[in-house]
């Protein structure tokens, strides 16, 4: 939807409707993308788990990224079982540590401007819906506790049943006490033009290699009138344990200890792709956001072709559904200075479908 002064995509239908709503009741972009994120985790049962980026620029707020990434696990697992070959290590080895719950609860009290309680209330009414109760539980925990959520005993029994240390799981308590939600400034590339590109500072160490790993990307992005873009990128990954009969979802993000190959430190944060910028006029002033489906692996030259399609004049192309395909640019592109949004879809590979209303 691109409407007056207010701009929004995602790859979930309730999502797109729960973060509509948020914007037309006075809510920020921030806010919305949010909502959309934990609606669609009353749904999803990996949502929450996933490596997240979160991103947020405009008037006012400069350019942001909230790292979201999942970490490696073990800390306080001095001696770990090494394996001959990754493929010979059990799946709860591979599991990940997840940190987006407590990057969601920092975003939501460092730019937000709705409680958690009223961020949740959409995801909440689907998980209880489907009678998913261990998702009600965890957006309740995230209600109150934020991510520490994670250390509350009714989700940490359950994991440890399901990844015990004696089978190779690595998990442990340290591992989720340890997360500090970073945010960091954005890495300024410039381009043959006027503008340049604000990315998050970790892509560079993006490999297509981690899409061997991804079973598919959601994304939810939002525009408000204050001239405010936020936008939220998460990754589903191939392999995963399920947990209380797969109401949750633990994914396989992390790299096994090998013999001969150093160890990843654990508690350090595990490569994620990263696929948003923002155009700006120098290093602040916003001109479009970006956003690849893609899942391959992104380079500094398709970067500069989304950024050349984007300075020419916006179109839009609408259709029936909000399904996102892979291999294309979305891009939000700010109008005037009075808040209003332009939307573009520029093809790549395939056609895409973005959720409309008339």
């Not at 992005?221 to 191939?238: C, F, K, M, P, T």
């Amino acid at each position: 939807m691109i409407r007056k002064n207010i701009g929004l995509l995602a790859t979930r239908p309730a999502a797109y409707h729960a973060a509509e709503e948020c914007l037309e009741s006075g809510g920020t972009a921030l806010d919305a993308v949010l909502t959309g994120v934990l609606t669609t985790a009353g749904e999803d049962p990996e949502t929450l788990f996933s490596p997240l980026v979160l991103a947020v620029a405009g008037l006012g707020v400069g350019c942001k990224f909230f790292d979201g990434r999942v970490h490696q696990p073990g800390l306080d697992v001095p001696r770990p079982v090494r394996y001959v070959r990754a493929e010979d290590s059990p799946l709860c080895a591979r599991l990940s540590v997840p940190t987006a719950p407590f990057v969601i609860a920092v975003a939501s009290a460092l730019g937000g401007t709705r409680r958690l309680s009223s961020l949740v209330a959409h995801g909440l009414k689907l998980a209880r819906k489907e009678g998913a109760t261990a998702r009600v539980r965890l957006l309740e925990g995230m209600r109150a506790e934020g991510g520490r959520v994670l250390l509350q005993s009714w989700f940490w029994q359950e994991l440890q049943h399901q990844a015990p240390r004696i089978e190779g799981g690595l998990i442990t308590e340290t591992d989720i006490v340890s997360i500090r939600p970073q945010t960091y400034a954005p890495r300024i590339e410039a381009t043959s033009s006027r503008l340049t590109i604000g990315r998050p500072p970790w892509t560079h160490n993006e490999s297509s290699l981690l899409y061997n790993l991804s079973a598919g990307r959601e994304l939810m992005l939002a525009a408000d009138s204050q001239g405010i873009v936020a936008v939220a990128i998460w990754e589903h990954a191939r392999e995963g344990i399920d947990l209380f009969g797969g109401e949750l979802r633990l994914p396989a993000w992390a790299d096994p200890v090998v013999k001969k190959i150093p160890r990843r430190s654990p508690g350090t944060p595990l490569p994620s792709p990263a696929p948003v910028g923002f155009l700006m006029e120098g290093t602040t002033d916003l001109v479009a956001a970006l956003v690849a489906t893609t899942q391959v692996q992104m380079t500094d030259e398709k970067w500069n072709i989304a950024k050349e399609a984007t300075e020419q004049q916006p179109t839009w192309a609408d259709s029936p559904t909000s399904q996102v395909d892979e291999s294309l640019w979305l891009a939000l592109r700010r109008r005037n200075v009075e808040g209003s949004w332009e939307g573009r879809v520029e093809k790549a590979l395939l056609p895409v479908n973005v959720p409309t209303t008339v």
